[in-house]
């Protein structure tokens, strides 16, 4: 039996994640049906306890079916301007959930590509560091209509610079998908700075989520002070795959689960101490359900 079993203080629904989920919640408490244009959160274990309640997660082809009387949830991830325009057109009664950390986002995007453009055409470029196909990156490509360039990793900001797609003798915008790793930014970040010729036309904009930014650090020292780490997070998690990942360079003895009946006992040895953490879009009770299973 394990000595010990800790969940993390600091895991469980970012601010923006329990705003949507809020949101939802009181609508639904009415009694009505909530249509959500895409998955609220990434946890599966979640969802089904609000579609028990009357959610129902629909994709962008709804909007081309007639939404009078029907109620659309926009998530914390965010939708390209397109999307609105498309509600509104339709009927739908949008509820808007979008986190107010990705809305400042999406407005400092506009912003910058006004910046860039405001001259000749194709004068600067803008870049997104984020998970290509992400719902909040669809969502700030859209803010632009699809021109920002998209990197993953430094193997694709190598690429595009390789391309002359990047150029580094005009001026370069960069921003980052608000749950990136803030160590993987700053070596994107620093990639570039080597690269161009003058750094003084590179400008970094720090738009990581300060909460998910601190979650980092802190993970790095519970993983640490641990035994074993069970990291509860639904497969579609960004977040969770960013978080566990950094858990297992720290402790290898990192396992992933969605939920309490994917432990294996085999984990765990006599007297080891366990820590329980997750996404941010894992609730806490489900961390606390899976500590209860461990013991």
Known sequence: MPRSVEI????????GVIRAIGKAEDFLAGGRTLYSLGAIVHNDIELERLSAKGLVTVDKSFL?????????????????????????????????????????????????????HSGKADSGTLIIFGKIGHAEVLGLQGQVEGRAIVVEDILMLEAALESGQIRTDAAVEIFSQTTKSPAEYAAICNLLRERMPDPSLLTVHETICSQVAMRHERMQEFAAAHDVIIFVSGRASSNGQVLSDLCRKVNPRTHLIGGPGELKPEWFSEGDSVGVCGATSTPKWLLEEVARAVV
């Not at 993390?8 to 601010?15: A, K, L, M, R, Y």
């Not at 914390?76 to 509820?95: K, L, N």
């Open 8 to 15: 993390d203080p600091h895991s469980g629904f970012c601010g």
């Open 64 to 116: 081309d079916g007639d939404g009078t009387g029907k109620s659309l949830l926009i998530r914390a991830h965010g939708e390209p301007p397109e999307t609105y325009r498309r509600a509104e057109a339709q009927g739908f009664d949008v509820i808007d959930c979008t986190c107010p950390v990705v809305l400042q986002l999406q407005k400092s995007i506009r912003e910058a590509w006004s910046r860039l």
